[in-house]
Nanobody, 130 residues
Framework: QVQLVESGGGSVQAGGSLRLSCEASGYPNSRYSMGWFRQAPGKEREGVACISFRSHESHYADSVKGRFTISRDNAKNTLYLRITSLKPEDMAMYYC???????????????????????WGQGTLVTVSS
């Protein structure tokens, strides 16, 4: 069973930077794509970024392209999200997830498709002050 633990959230001024981490355990023989999702108060959880198992492919939501960078170190079982040029609308709880698939098309294209997610972290909060 996969366990995920996020860290690195905090309060940052608009325009600032953060690096979130997600340490994974419990999946020695499984190859997961990994993703970051976020949920702001009163809003649905949305996908932010997804990276394939060997980091050959990555995908970003349009709202974060050019500002967020997803990466992973499989030797350390750790996923990262580098956030730069923070905006007030980036304020949310950030969750990492382990997905069986990197990409799936059903009614629309979906990266780290939610129906294939086998584990979620508990979340780390990012707040942005202007």
């Amino acid at each position: 069973q996969v366990q995920l633990v996020e860290s690195g959230g905090g309060s940052v001024q608009a325009g600032g930077s953060l690096r979130l981490s997600c340490e994974a355990s419990g999946y020695p023989n499984s190859r997961y794509s990994m993703g970051w999702f976020r949920q702001a108060p009163g809003k649905e959880r949305e996908g932010v970024a997804c990276i394939s198992f060997r980091s050959h492919e990555s995908h970003y939501a349009d709202s974060v392209k050019g500002r967020f960078t997803i990466s992973r170190d499989n030797a350390k079982n750790t996923l990262y999200l580098r956030i730069t040029s923070l905006k007030p609308e980036d304020m949310a709880m950030y969750y990492c997830a382990a997905a069986r698939l990197y990409y799936q098309y059903v009614d629309s294209p979906e990266y780290c498709p939610r129906e294939t997610i086998e584990a979620w972290g508990q979340g780390t909060l990012v707040t942005v002050s202007s």
